[in-house]
């Protein structure tokens, strides 16, 4: 099916609901089973079926088959947060002793979960430069594991050789782990190209509604099983009606990306034009690091992107950016409004040397109408230049 069907038809079965169209909403801790032969055949198989509420219920096997069908292949598992299917990822293919290769660019809280919890189990983590495939070889162990990687990297979108990174990985036994949250697999999907786990934060654009938290993991049929066991062990269960939740955002995903990138982009394109913008950085501009391979392996682009002010104060910058009326200052995006934040790349860099000359503005386009958008940074950038002086 093309994938404007695949978010309609995904983790739906009517008949199995009596004919409602959605799925129902199924909170349960306790399940039982008419005999003992029934409860120990559920127990034995625990992880494919209703058998208790940690192990899910099936409003959250509707939403992993959904995303498994829209991602073309593997099995997904739902979690309680996106952070927590990143985690849940890694631990599921390391052990203490040994060491994981994690993109220099990453969510920030990942880069923290690296250096506090791997480094408290005992496993090293070396930060690499996502844009220098060629180099990552010298950075291989014998006791290297996992080679982590973000598409576009997080603030700064800078989109990497994912092809070239899966066969470096391939070629020294490395597990590949994607979070493709910025794309989602509407616009891209990573194991259709080798890599073994497509990370997802459901709480981003598969809810679209800033209502919910959660987490999503594709993996091979094959290691299903054990990272399955794993989310249990670290009790990572969302809620039912995260879960509900999530399958109705699923149902919009192709129309709301669409207006996502098509307000980014018209966003963009005016903000490169201002004369107090250094530059824009999204996958879709020339300019921005990676461009070709953006241009090559996605499908479309979605509503998050930064740009790089030209030098200016931090109290011009929060005159512009604390006066906005449509623009939200808050951290995650992804759901229906424009948000806006302050960001400090230089503070989470290790392997490489982030530098600009200004401030640097993370912006979400959000749902509405791009020309009051527009206004509204018109009249930000008039406050910035007055409190510039």
């Known amino acids: 099916m093309k994938r404007d069907t695949d978010v309609i038809e995904g983790g739906r079965n009517p008949e199995d609901q009596k004919g409602a169209v959605n799925p129902a909403t199924y909170r349960a801790s306790t399940v039982t089973f008419p005999t003992l032969d029934a409860f120990a055949k559920a127990q034995h198989n625990r992880h494919n079926q209703f058998y ?154 598969i809810g679209g509604h800033a209502d919910l938290m959660l987490g999503l993991l594709t993996v091979p049929q094959d290691d299903f099983d054990k990272v399955r066991i794993t989310a249990n062990y670290l009790g990572n269960t969302p809620g039912p009606d995260d879960c509900y939740l999530a399958l109705r955002g699923l ?38 690091p990676g461009h070709a391979f953006w241009k090559r392996d996605f499908g479309g682009s979605t509503g998050l992107f930064s740009i790089i002010l030209k030098p200016c104060p931090e109290v011009a910058v929060a005159a512009m950016v604390d006066g906005l009326d449509l623009f939200a200052i808050g951290a995650s995006w992804g759901g229906f409004e424009s948000l806006m934040t302050l960001e400090r790349p230089e503070r989470s860099r290790t392997a490489t040397e982030w530098r600009a000359s200004g401030p640097v503005l993370r912006i979400h386009a959000g749902l509405e109408d791009a020309d009051d958008l527009i206004e509204d940074l018109a009249a930000g950038f008039g406050r910035l230049n007055a409190a510039a002086g």
């Open 52 to 205: 208790y509420g940690r192990y899910g219920t099936p409003t959250t096997h509707a939403l992993e088959d959904a995303i498994a069908s829209l991602e073309g292949s593997g099995r997904t598992i739902a979690v309680g947060t996106g952070l927590g299917a990143i985690t849940t990822a890694i631990l599921s293919y390391c052990d203490s002793g040994d060491h994981v290769l994690v993109a220099d660019n990453v969510y920030a809280p990942v880069r923290a979960c690296c250096n506090r919890l791997l480094a408290r189990l005992g496993v090293s983590v070396t930060f690499y430069d996502p844009m220098a495939p060629d180099a990552l070889g010298t950075l291989v162990q014998a006791n290297t594991k996992v080679l982590y990687i973000e598409a576009p990297g997080s603030l700064t979108f800078e989109t990497p050789d994912v092809l070239a990174l899966e066969s470096a990985a391939k070629t020294a036994g490395l597990t590949t782990i994607l979070d493709n949250t910025w794309a989602t697999p509407y616009f891209y999907r990573p194991r259709e190209i080798g890599i073994d786990v497509s990370v997802l934060s459901g709480t981003k654009y």
């Open 251 to 288: 149902r919009t995903l192709a129309v709301r990306l669409r207006q996502h990138q098509a307000a980014a982009l018209r966003l963009a394109e005016w903000l490169a034009a201002r004369p107090e913008v250094e530059c824009v950085l999204h996958p879709a501009f020339p300019e921005t």
